[in-house]
Structure formats: structure tokens, C-alpha cells
């Protein structure tokens, strides 16, 4: 059974760095069929699409983000990490990191998602 | 970008059959899927590529499709079914898109 666990800061400042990882137990950040995603929701609201990375390191992210956004990952660790820049309080949100079937292009596993407030 | 469009809200009573409709022209081309968000729980896949369902989802839960929409049906609703609901889609550059979401309300 495979088990992903987000952790990081819950309280980030404006204009700094929101930074999270997410450590992947239960099979192989290497598997060739799998990316490793952050999906995010705001408080009361849907999800969004944060992007994904390969474990060759190869990401695709949100358009809408991307100017903010870096994922990498680690996979000696078995890790995978979020880096999202100059935030705002409408960063606000719960974080979810995600294991997706690259051929189906869906989540077949889910962190339990953390809050991250952005707050002075 | 495209997007897919959801109603906000359905409410059905026990033991009916809801419906919970995702448009997006990019439908017409490229598969849905389907997710259940309890409440303060992380959300959990029902329904793939359209009309499968995963080992271990109830069978009233199943899926259609036509043209530039999906539709979720839930047959023999119960109270346990009363969550919010996700489509979610993928361009063919690996783009991803959500749906807005629907309150499912068991009466």
C-alpha cells in the first residue's frame, strides 16, 4: 500500500518561500508508470492543479503558476518537494501531494493534505 | 486553457439516483475521471477514464459519457454518499483541469 505524508512549515509570511515535501513509503519513487503531483484547495473551495514531476526529473506545471513554482525530487530519500515563491495570503490553502498513473493521467493515491497559512 | 463545469450542488433523498453532470469541450477527446471528497478527508478516486470503477467502490456508483459531457451516477443514494465530487481531465500536453466541484446533499 502506498502512503504519501506532506510535511512542511503551516504558517509562511508574505513574499517569502512556501516550501513542502512529501515522503513517499510503500513503493518506488522510481516506478516508470508514476508521477508525483501537488494538488491544493482553499479553504471552502475546489481543487487546483499544482503540477507534477517524473522521478528523471522532468515536471509540468500549472500555467497559472509556473512563473512561482519549482517541484524536485530526491529520490534517495524517496521524497518529492513543492517550492512555491513570492506568496500571498490567496496561497492560503491545503496542500495535497499525490501519486498519479502517468498512462491514465489520474490520482490513485493521496497525502492526507496539510494547511498552509500565509500570514504575518 | 479549458475548463470543466460542474453544477454547484444536487440533492437527492435516500435510495434515488443522483447525477452530477462535468462539461468541457475537451471531453469530446480526452477521458474524466471522478473523485469523492468527504468532508475533511482527502479525495478518493470512483470512477476512471470515464465509466470504470475502482477494486472496492460500491457498484451504485458507475459512469457515462456523451460527446462533451460525463455524468456521475450514484443509484440507491445513502447518507454516507453526501460529499463533494471532483471531475478531473488532462489535455493531451499534460495539462491538468478539476471541475468546480458538487455538494451532493442527501436529503
Known amino acids: 500500500q502506498v502512503q504519501l505524508q506532506e510535511s512542511g512549515p503551516g504558517l509562511v509570511e508574505p513574499s517569502q518561500t512556501l516550501s513542502l515535501t512529501c515522503t513517499v513509503s510503500g513503493g518506488s519513487i522510481s516506478s516508470a508508470g508514476y508521477f508525483w503531483s501537488w494538488i491544493r484547495q482553499h479553504p471552502g473551495r475546489g481543487l487546483e492543479w499544482i503540477g507534477y514531476i517524473y522521478h528523471s526529473g522532468s515536471t509540468y506545471y500549472n500555467p497559472s503558476l509556473k512563473s512561482r513554482l519549482s517541484i524536485s525530487v530526491d529520490k534517495s530519500k524517496s521524497q518529492f518537494s513543492l517550492k512555491v515563491n513570492s506568496v500571498t495570503v490567496a496561497d492560503t490553502a491545503v496542500y495535497y501531494c499525490?501519486?498519479?498513473?502517468?498512462?491514465?493521467?489520474?490520482?490513485?493515491?493521496w497525502g492526507q493534505g496539510t494547511l498552509v497559512t500565509v500570514s504575518s | 486553457s479549458y475548463e470543466l463545469t460542474q453544477p454547484p450542488s444536487v440533492s437527492v433523498s435516500p435510495g434515488q439516483t443522483a447525477r452530477i453532470t462535468c462539461s468541457g469541450e475537451a471531453l469530446a477527446k480526452q477521458y474524466a475521471h471522478w473523485y469523492q471528497q468527504l468532508p475533511g478527508q482527502a479525495p478518493v478516486l470512483v470512477i476512471y477514464?470515464?465509466?470504470e470503477r475502482p477494486s472496492g467502490i460500491p457498484e451504485r456508483f458507475s459512469g457515462s459519457s456523451s460527446g462533451t459531457t460525463v455524468t456521475l451516477n450514484i443509484s440507491g443514494v445513502q447518507a454516507e454518499d453526501e460529499a463533494d465530487y471532483y471531475c478531473?481531465?488532462?489535455?493531451?500536453?499534460?495539462?491538468?483541469?478539476f471541475g468546480g466541484g458538487t455538494k451532493l446533499t442527501v436529503l
Open positions: 478531473q481531465s488532462a489535455d493531451s500536453s499534460g495539462t491538468w483541469v
Open positions: 499525490a501519486r498519479v498513473n502517468k498512462l491514465q493521467q489520474l490520482v490513485d493515491y
Open positions: 477514464t470515464d465509466t
